[in-house]
């Protein structure tokens, strides 16, 4: 997966549309694992966990994601409003 991170990214997210959230999170966590400061990757796994009814892993990707950064106004905003929900 480290050859190819935008590859699997996009892969984890067309496993979120497919609503096979154990897979986009088996893909996030691995990605991670290379890349730990990715504020996007951080956002996915919070997602895919939001699928899970994970609600507390989510809230700790988000704000992970909100830490490390890189992430459009658009997105910040999607996140502030999911962990204001939970």
Do not use: C, V
Not at 37 to 61: D, P, T
Not at 69 to 80: K, P, R, S, V, W
């Amino acid at each position: 997966m480290s050859e190819y991170p935008s590859y699997y990214s996009l892969k984890a997210s067309l496993y979120e549309i497919l609503n096979n959230y154990n897979a986009a999170t088996a893909i996030y966590l691995r990605l991670l694992k290379d890349d730990s400061e990715n504020g996007s990757l951080w956002l996915g796994l919070g997602a895919a966990y939001q699928g899970e009814n994970k609600e507390n892993e989510a809230s700790n990707a988000f704000t992970k994601a909100l830490t490390y950064g890189g992430l459009t106004e658009n997105q910040q905003a999607y996140i502030h409003s999911q962990l204001k929900s939970s």
